[in-house]
């Protein structure tokens, strides 16, 4: 079955500053890549995905850039505001099969 | 337009005791997901309906847990007797297209705590 990797697991950065997190997977049929969101207290919220037709994607201040190839792909948030503090996931599915998720990093922008 | 409701919020028992959780999901969504999230982990899908069939509970323990989604709309999960690594956070999730498709909407999920 699919496997994704995650990293780093936490992340601290100055607010204004860039945070990148990285996921690996390793089916290569995989063809869908979400990203979640969660606060605290919440569920996780779709805050972007890519197919792996697109090699990047890009949404006001969050983009995800895709590897097939190496079988990685990337969430980058510019400007990160107090707001962006929460739990980040990705995620991949192969048609037809189930979505398997990343173990998500922490990321505290810090004001 | 709501959201997919999940009840209890947070749920306090004893090992061996049982738990049963409610979800609603979107109106109109086929497909339902239970995950379980572990503290620090992200979410494992426990079992997925489409409509009022299940398309996947391989993952479900089934010794323990039951799922079922009568009538293809609400859906309860039930652990019977629970144990201290069942302590998670247990999201319901619902999505508008069948077969793997689509967007996943989630609850804000039902925290239980087995002592």
């Known amino acids: 079955g699919e496997n994704v990797e995650q990293h780093p697991s936490t992340l601290s950065v100055q607010e204004g500053d860039s945070a990148v997190i990285k996921c690996t997977y390793s089916?290569?049929?995989?063809?869908?890549f979400p990203w979640y969101k969660q606060e605290l207290g919440k569920g996780p919220q779709l805050i972007i995905d890519i197919r792996s037709n697109v090699g990047e994607k890009k949404d006001q201040r969050i983009a995800v850039t895709l590897n097939k190839t190496a079988k990685h792909f990337s969430l980058h948030i510019t400007e990160t505001q107090p707001e962006d503090s929460a739990v980040y996931f990705c995620?991949?599915?192969?048609?037809?099969?189930?979505?398997?998720f990343g173990g998500g990093t922490r990321v505290l922008v810090k004001p | 337009e709501a959201g997919v409701a999940q009840s209890p919020r947070y749920k306090i028992i004893e090992k061996r005791q049982s738990v049963a959780f409610w979800c609603n999901p979107i109106?109109?969504?086929?497909?339902l997901y239970w995950y379980q999230q572990i503290l620090g982990q992200g979410p494992k899908l426990l079992i997925q309906?489409?409509?009022?069939?299940?398309?996947?509970d391989s993952q479900l323990p089934k010794d323990r847990f039951s799922a079922e989604r009568l009538k293809g709309v609400d859906s309860t999960l039930k652990i019977q007797p629970a144990k201290l690594e069942d302590s998670a956070v247990y999201l319901c999730?619902?999505?508008?297209?069948?077969?793997?498709?689509?967007?996943?909407?989630f609850g804000e999920g039902s925290r239980l705590t087995v002592l």
């Open positions: 995620a991949a599915r192969a048609a037809g099969n189930k979505l398997t």
């Open positions: 109106s109109g969504h086929a497909t």
């Open positions: 089916d290569s049929a995989s063809n869908y």
């Open positions: 309906f489409q409509n009022n069939g299940v398309v996947d």
């Open positions: 999730a619902s999505s508008q297209m069948t077969g793997n498709n689509g967007e996943l909407f």
